[in-house]
C-alpha cells in the first residue's frame, strides 16, 4: 500500500485529472472516484485506477456506467449519499474535494467528521460553510490544504511562520479576459468570450466566475475562513501575469510570495505531498518570460460580483449563501444562452439587496438559504 491513499470528488474535472496525473508521478493509491456524470472519462479513469469504489452523481448515469464496467470489480453508488459515502471510505488517508459549486458542503463535512486529511478545492464549501466547516475541522483535529492557487500561496508563504501574526493578504487576481473593459464594451459579450481565460485552463463555471470576478470574490472569503482574516486585512491585487500567486505581509513589513508558472499541479502537489516537496509534473516558472510584471486594483463598480462578495461577507451570517447560490444560478442561466454576461453582476448583487440575514444558522438553513436564492434568480429571469 501506498503512503497515502486518495478518494478524489470531481476527477473528471481539470483538477481532479490534474491531480490524477500527481498521484501517478508520486505513486500514490487512489480508492475513490467521483463525477457528476462524465460516464466514459470515468470508465477510462476506473481502468487506469483501479479505484474500490466510485460515485456517478447523477442518476440517470448509472445504468450506462455499470454496463461500460461491468468486467471491474469496481462498486458504483450515486447522489449525494454516494459523494458522502467517497469522502469518508475507509481506505482512504486523504479526500481531494474538486467538486464544482455548493454540492460539496456536505461531502466536506463527511470527510472531516471521517478524519480523512482534506485537500480542498471546492471554494463554495467554504463560502458557504465557513463556520460549521472550521469548527467541524477543529473538534476532530483534521487539517485542510487549500488547493486553490492563491491560498496555495498563502499557505505556503506562511511555512515557519507558527505565531507570527499576519498584518495583510495581498490576494492576486488575472481580471480574467475583460480586465480593463467599461460596463458598455461588455453588453454584447459571448459565451465563447467568457470561457476563454488568458492564463489558466479551467472548467466552465470557475471560468466564467473568474470573468466577473465572482472568482475572486468566492477566494476573498475563502482566504477569510482558512487563515482567520478580517475583510480589511485582504488586499485583491490584479496582476495579469499570474506568476506571483500571492503573498502575506507580516508586522514588519516583510512580504513573502510564493511564484510559479500558472499549473495548478504545483499547488494540487503541495495539498496532497504536504510538508513535503517532491518532484513534480507542473510547469516550470522561466522568469525571463516576464520581464516586467503589473499590479492594479480591481474595477469593483464594472465586476459587482466581487463588490457582492466583499459585502457579503462584511455583512456576515448566512449572505455569502445567497451570493454563492444566486451566481451559481446566474451562470448556469448566462451558460444556457438565457440571460446577459452584465445580468449575472447584477443579479447576484440584487440577490444581496433582496435577502434577510441570519446570524445563527445549521446546515438545513444553508441548503434551504442556497435553494431560495437559486429560485429568486429563476423568478427574477
Ligand atoms: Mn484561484
Known sequence: M??????ILGSTGSIGTQALEV????????????????????????RLFHPKKVCIYDESCYEDLKQRVADCSVEIV???????????????????????????????????????????ANKETLVTGGKLVLNAAKQNNVPIYPVDSEHSAIFQSLQGN??????????????????????EELQSVTVAQALNHPNWSMGAKITTDSATLMNKGLEFIEAMWLFDLQ?????????????????????????????GAPDMKIPIQYALTYPARKPCP????????????????????????????????????????????????????????KISFLDIGDLVWSALQSFDNLDHFTLQDILETDQKARAYIRDLV
Open 78 to 120: 450515486t447522489g449525494m449519499d454516494g459523494l458522502c459515502e467517497l469522502a469518508s471510505m475507509d481506505e482512504a488517508t486523504t479526500v481531494l474535494n474538486s467538486v464544482v459549486g455548493m454540492i460539496g458542503l456536505q461531502p466536506t463535512l463527511a470527510a472531516i467528521e471521517a478524519k480523512k486529511d482534506l485537500a480542498l
Open 2 to 7: 501506498s503512503e497515502k491513499v486518495i478518494s
Open 282 to 337: 507542473g510547469k516550470r516558472l522561466n522568469i525571463f518570460d516576464y520581464p516586467t510584471l503589473s499590479f492594479a486594483k480591481p474595477d469593483e463598480e464594472t465586476f459587482r460580483c466581487l463588490k457582492a462578495c466583499k459585502e457579503a461577507i462584511r455583512q456576515g451570517g448566512i449572505l455569502p449563501t445567497v451570493v454563492n447560490g444566486a451566481n451559481e444560478q446566474a451562470v448556469a442561466l448566462f451558460l444556457d444562452g
Open 23 to 46: 498521484c501517478q508521478a508520486q505513486g500514490f493509491e487512489v480508492c475513490g472516484l467521483a463525477a457528476n456524470r462524465s460516464v466514459s472519462k470515468l470508465e477510462e479513469q476506473i
Open 162 to 183: 507558527e505565531g507570527n501574526k499576519i498584518e495583510k493578504i495581498l490576494l492576486t487576481a488575472s481580471g480574467g479576459p475583460f480586465y480593463g473593459k467599461t460596463r
Open 231 to 259: 475583510p480589511d486585512q485582504i488586499e485583491i491585487v490584479v496582476h495579469r501575469e499570474s506568476v506571483i500567486h500571492s503573498a502575506v505581509e507580516f508586522e514588519d513589513h516583510a512580504v513573502i510570495a510564493q511564484l
